[in-house]
Nanobody, 122 residues
């Protein structure tokens, strides 16, 4: 079993900053990738940023240059620093982690966090 705990969402004015955190715990053998997604009610969940085990990152175009994804010193943590926030960034943000467990055969896991609300006021 792998669990994710997210924190850091909230209400901020346009142009402000927030930092989201996600900590993974449980029967983790290795982590292949960690990412942040967001979802607005009535719309599909979309990828915001992604970091793989080698440290390579990917961002959706709308957040390029404003958001930064990083891994913590504790390798099972991932952060999303969000700067210059815009009202269109308002969404529920979900952490996603993919990897292998310590179970026999190193069974893969693909786990989602519970989501944290980010609201940017105009």
């Amino acid at each position: 079993q792998v669990q994710l705990v997210e924190s850091g969402g909230g209400l901020v004015q346009t142009g402000g900053s927030l930092k989201l955190s996600c900590a993974a715990s449980g029967s983790i053998f290795s982590i292949d990738a960690m990412g942040w997604y967001r979802q607005v009610s009535g719309k599909e969940r979309e990828l915001v940023a992604f970091i793989n085990s080698g440290g390579s990152t990917t961002y959706t175009d709308s957040v390029m240059g404003r958001f930064t994804i990083s891994r913590g010193n504790a390798a099972n943590t991932v952060y999303l620093q969000m700067n210059s926030l815009k009202p269109e960034d308002t969404a529920v943000y979900f952490c996603n982690v993919k990897g292998s467990t310590r179970f026999v055969g190193y069974a893969p896991f693909d786990t989602w966090g519970q989501g944290t609300q980010v609201t940017v006021s105009a």
